[in-house]
């Protein structure tokens, strides 16, 4: 099959959105000034200095920039410095401390119901045990751990995610990333490692009137009932046997998917391979923040295409 070409249509716009991602305009608007201070808490313990807001906005400089912690406090001083609004900075410690249990705002979706696309991948474990391995070669309990995502198709936006061990299968986690992605989802397709009967199940279980696109894998046969009362998997299984696989994928939808795959691959160029955080918890939270990152440079300008050959 002959590679496809394709013509961006609104490149000025594209190319002014490209530009703004590298721009180091930043202002506090009068809202946000006044919801950095946390609000005072009503339970036993000490009092919090710091919003979510405060933290989120930290651990967000960081991630665009690629910063350290201590790093990151510098970069916040010396912004709120030059722009003049009376805020105190969190420290690194803090930074650190309240990444734990921080609760990130979650991305917003476009037009209901969904059309979700998940991929995952795996990123890298920064510290001493990946120097160990390069250096003396040693064996390590855990180098790396998986990041799974789901991508609204209409928006191109990363709508859930999620971060396991690297043992963890693709399908476990279509779940999690359900409960992320509220509201009704009217098409799902994920590659060949979501080829289960339990993915199947849970996606129309939540979801009855939505259409599975999973590519079944090469070594797939009908279902008893294929005759009488085919499942979606028979038919996808019918539709390969009339039309091949390249056939059936443009007749299914499947080449949507493809929006995930470029998501996972911003992911890697913007954002880097690795986790610079130690604990589960502040991984958690520096996956939310860089998905957040990701969904508002996307904001910023996003390529419209057509296809020339």
Known sequence: MPHQHHRVTNWPAYEAGLRARGSLTVW??????KAWRAERRTTRGGQPRYS????????????????????????????????GPDLAVPDHSTMSRRAETLEVPRPRRGRE??????????????????????????????????????????TGFI???????????????????????????AFFAGDGAYDRDDVYTGVTTRH???????????????????????TRRDRHLQLIAERGRMGWQKASGYNHR????????????VIGDGLRSQT?????????VAANVLNRMLELGRPEYVRVA
């Open 208 to 230: 009855p009137g939505a259409d599975v696109i999973i590519p079944p894998r090469s070594s797939a046969v009908p279902s008893d009932k294929a005759e009488t009362a085919p």
């Open 28 to 33: 506090f608007t009068a809202e946000a000034i």
């Open 280 to 288: 589960d918890g502040r991984q958690s939270t520096e996956v939310a």
């Open 159 to 185: 709508v859930a995610s999620a971060l396991t061990d690297k043992d963890i299968d693709d399908g476990s986690q279509v779940g999690p990333l359900f409960d992320q992605a509220e509201g009704p989802v």
């Open 113 to 154: 119901p969904v059309q979700l696309l998940v991929d995952s991948t795996g990123l890298k474990l920064c510290g001493r045990g990946e120097w160990l391995v390069r250096k003396h070669s040693t064996r390590t309990r855990r180098g790396w751990r998986k990041l799974h995502l789901a991508t609204d198709a209409d």
């Open 52 to 83: 979510a807001l405060a933290i989120t906005t930290a651990l967000s400089l960081r991630t665009v920039f690629h910063l350290a912690l201590r790093q990151t406090e510098g970069l916040m001083a010396c912004i709120i410095g030059l722009l």
């Open 258 to 269: 493809a929006l995930v795959e470029s998501d996972i691959s911003r992911w890697k160029r």
